[in-house]
């Protein structure tokens, strides 16, 4: 007898969670999880744009190395700019191609200035000795400027003289 009225005892002092408890613990796990979630659909739309940014350094890459290997002399100063078989001339507003790499579409815009020119009264007065080349590459439908990719260099041309 004494065992049962000490199980009575313990069965009595023991308590379980109530129904209200049990929906308030559901409701905050419930509330960590979307919050959880959000992150995760945050996390794959920075890693797509991620992906868009390497691709598009590798256009950009790819441009700029194309530009440095024309020489730049006298025949390809003034040649219009145009890829792939253009020269090194000014443009006078900037120059945008599409581009599809891995499937994704790209806008590829280039310029080109002249920076310094023989002085006058020298031969070749006026043509360019110094070019800023400058390519920016921009996924299609980006939605920040954070997205573009820009590359800049300068090229200079071997004029004798004092300048």
Request: aromatic letters at 6%; proline letters at 4%.
């Amino acid at each position: 007898m004494n065992r049962k009225c000490l199980n009575r005892r313990t069965d009595a002092t023991q308590q379980g969670f109530t129904l209200l408890e049990a929906a308030i613990a559901l409701i905050v796990l419930m509330i960590i999880g979307l919050g959880i979630a959000s992150l995760f659909t945050y996390a794959i739309q920075a890693n797509g744009r991620a992906d868009d940014r390497e691709l598009a350094m590798a256009i950009a890459q790819k441009r700029m190395e194309w530009l440095r290997t024309i020489p730049f002399n006298t025949q390809t100063r003034t040649v219009n700019y145009s890829y792939p078989n253009g020269g090194l001339a000014q443009t006078s507003v900037p120059v945008n191609e599409t581009v599809t790499n891995a499937g994704r579409s790209y806008v590829v815009t280039t310029t080109i200035t002249d920076l310094s020119v023989v002085p006058a009264g020298n031969p070749d007065a006026g043509a360019p000795t110094l070019k800023r080349i400058q390519v920016s590459v921009t996924p299609l439908g980006a939605a920040t400027a954070f997205e573009t990719v820009t590359i800049t260099t300068q090229r200079s041309t071997q004029v004798t003289g004092i300048y």
